[in-house]
T-cell receptor
Framework: QKEVEQNSGPLSVPEGAIASLNCTYS??????FFWYRQYSGKSPELIMS????GDKEDGRFTAQLNKASQYVSLLIRDSQPSDSATYLC?????????????FGKGTTLSVSS | DAGITQSPRHKVTETGTPVTLRCHQT?????MYWYRQDPGHGLRLIHY???????DKGEVSDGYSVSRSKTEDFLLTLESATSSQTSVYFC??????????????FGQGTRLTVV
């Protein structure tokens, strides 16, 4: 059973702080890694994707990937109350037929003003 | 926003009845997915399709079947609904395999309650 693990939280940070979200995965064959944000009652929306070891920055968001350790993280700098949401880590699951995404259970982030 | 429409958006049904949820896309994407989301479990893959008439099981496929007779529609059927299938169901699509530089886009979800 391929798994993706996240701390469920809640993770609470003050406005302007850095929020650090972590994820580990079990399938060494995974090649693509995604972070989705989901507001309560809404559908998931993609905020970052990363495919190579190292860091990838997009505005206030930085994704970090370490395939040797099977670890991916998301840093949110200058956190805002509007960042309060559940963050889902997703990893591609490959087989002969095609590919799909396996998700972690999500980490709830709360940013206080 | 990606052109994905799920129908119905809300449904209440009785135990033992058949239920079909529809996902319709206007993006001509090859890959389509059905997920369910439950508190404490996150998003779990039910079935996915990698082309017309080509489908495969996900991690929680028991009690569900799917069909894809044309590119734009992916149907999820609960043959005999049970209370454990009460959930929010999300459809997702992607143009290519989820390997490099490809993302999955999600529909707005269907809230299904089985009483």
């Amino acid at each position: 059973q391929k798994e993706v693990e996240q701390n469920s939280g809640p993770l609470s940070v003050p406005e302007g702080a850095i929020a650090s979200l972590n994820c580990t995965y079990s399938d060494r064959g995974s090649q693509s890694f995604f972070w989705y944000r989901q507001y309560s009652g809404k559908s998931p929306e993609l905020i970052m994707s990363i495919y190579s070891n190292g860091d990838k920055e997009d505005g206030r968001f930085t994704a970090q990937l370490n395939k040797a350790s099977q670890y991916v993280s998301l840093l949110i700098r200058d956190s805002q109350p509007s960042d309060s949401a559940t963050y889902l880590c997703a990893v591609n699951l490959s087989n002969q037929a095609g590919t799909a995404l396996i998700f972690g259970k999500g980490t709830t982030l709360s940013v206080s003003s | 926003d990606a052109g994905i429409t799920q129908s119905p958006r809300h449904k209440v049904t009785e135990t033992g009845t058949p239920v079909t949820l529809r996902c319709h896309q206007t993006e001509n994407h090859r890959y389509m997915y059905w997920y369910r989301q439950d508190p404490g479990h996150g998003l779990r893959l039910i079935h996915y399709s990698y082309g017309v008439k080509d489908t495969d099981k996900g991690e929680v496929s028991d009690g569900y079947s799917v069909s894809r007779s044309k590119t734009e529609d992916f149907l999820l059927t609960l043959e005999s609904a049970t209370s454990s299938q009460t959930s929010v169901y999300f459809c997702a699509i992607s143009p290519r395999p989820l390997t490099m530089n490809t993302e999955a886009f999600f529909g707005q979800g269907t809230r299904l309650t089985v009483v």
